[in-house]
């Protein structure tokens, strides 16, 4: 019996830590698809808006600037449209990739939603954001154009105060006539969200 017991008790031990790790990679897998955009394999919404309440928590303790950017491509239903849904979904997955190439390792794009993505650019003021945005727009491929809103962190507003004043800019960028990066106007007193 004992002798069995010298054989049985390490086989399970080894059994048992084979499992363990084989359940930990499955679990930082799972972990790594619920923040990744399976089309164009950028962060999607839910790992950008982690990573930006982490940029505005180190904005806060150290007091550098935070803008964030929203990126619209322009009649994107036409292209569609004119060449089929394969083709938007490729200049989807080329758009991140180019744009990834022009941003610094520190800047974190997403893929927001359909055809918009949005940028964490950290330790910069709005007008250097705006620059960013303007060289990422110029690399959006197949003769397409995008539109873009950019904020700046005010310091103390709610994260969803300062999307929906980028959402506006964005919004504005459009009515202007698109193919713009329009900056988002700081909150007066008395305003709210939206
Ligand atoms: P606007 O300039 O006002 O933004 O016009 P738009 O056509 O880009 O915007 P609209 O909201 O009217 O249409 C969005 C289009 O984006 C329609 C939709 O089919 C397309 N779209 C969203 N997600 C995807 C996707 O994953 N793949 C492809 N190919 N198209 C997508
Ligand atoms: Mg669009
Ligand atoms: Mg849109």
Redesign the pocket.
């Given at each position: 019996m004992q002798p069995l017991l010298f054989v049985l008790v390490p086989l399970l031990a080894a059994v048992l830590c084979a499992l363990e790790i084989h359940h930990r990679r499955a679990r930082r897998r799972l972990e790594r698809l619920a923040r990744t955009d399976p089309?164009t394999g950028l962060p999607n919404r839910r790992a950008w808006h982690e990573h930006l309440q982490r940029e505005i928590a180190r904005s806060m303790r150290y007091g550098s600037p935070v803008s964030v950017g929203l990126v619209?491509?322009?009649?994107?239903?036409?292209?569609?449209d004119r060449h089929?849904?394969?083709?938007?979904?490729r200049?989807?997955r080329a758009l991140g990739g180019e744009a990834n190439e022009r941003l610094r390792a520190t800047d974190l794009l997403a893929r927001y939603?359909?055809?918009e993505f949005a940028l964490i650019l950290p330790g910069c003021p709005i007008e250097r954001a705006h620059d960013i945005v303007e060289r990422l727009r110029e690399g959006v491929p197949a003769d397409q154009t995008c539109?873009a809103g950019v904020a700046m962190w005010d310091g103390r507003e709610t994260l969803d105060d300062l999307m929906a004043r980028a959402d506006t800019a964005l919004y504005e960028a459009?009515r202007k006539g698109?193919n713009r990066t329009e900056l988002a106007h700081h909150r007066r007193n008395g305003d709210s969200a939206g």
């Amino acid at each position: 019996m004992q002798p069995l017991l010298f054989v049985l008790v390490p086989l399970l031990a080894a059994v048992l830590c084979a499992l363990e790790i084989h359940h930990r990679r499955a679990r930082r897998r799972l972990e790594r698809l619920a923040r990744t955009d399976p089309l164009t394999g950028l962060p999607n919404r839910r790992a950008w808006h982690e990573h930006l309440q982490r940029e505005i928590a180190r904005s806060m303790r150290y007091g550098s600037p935070v803008s964030v950017g929203l990126v619209d491509l322009d009649h994107f239903k036409v292209f569609n449209d004119r060449h089929g849904h394969q083709a938007g979904d490729r200049l989807l997955r080329a758009l991140g990739g180019e744009a990834n190439e022009r941003l610094r390792a520190t800047d974190l794009l997403a893929r927001y939603g359909g055809e918009e993505f949005a940028l964490i650019l950290p330790g910069c003021p709005i007008e250097r954001a705006h620059d960013i945005v303007e060289r990422l727009r110029e690399g959006v491929p197949a003769d397409q154009t995008c539109s873009a809103g950019v904020a700046m962190w005010d310091g103390r507003e709610t994260l969803d105060d300062l999307m929906a004043r980028a959402d506006t800019a964005l919004y504005e960028a459009k009515r202007k006539g698109r193919n713009r990066t329009e900056l988002a106007h700081h909150r007066r007193n008395g305003d709210s969200a939206g």
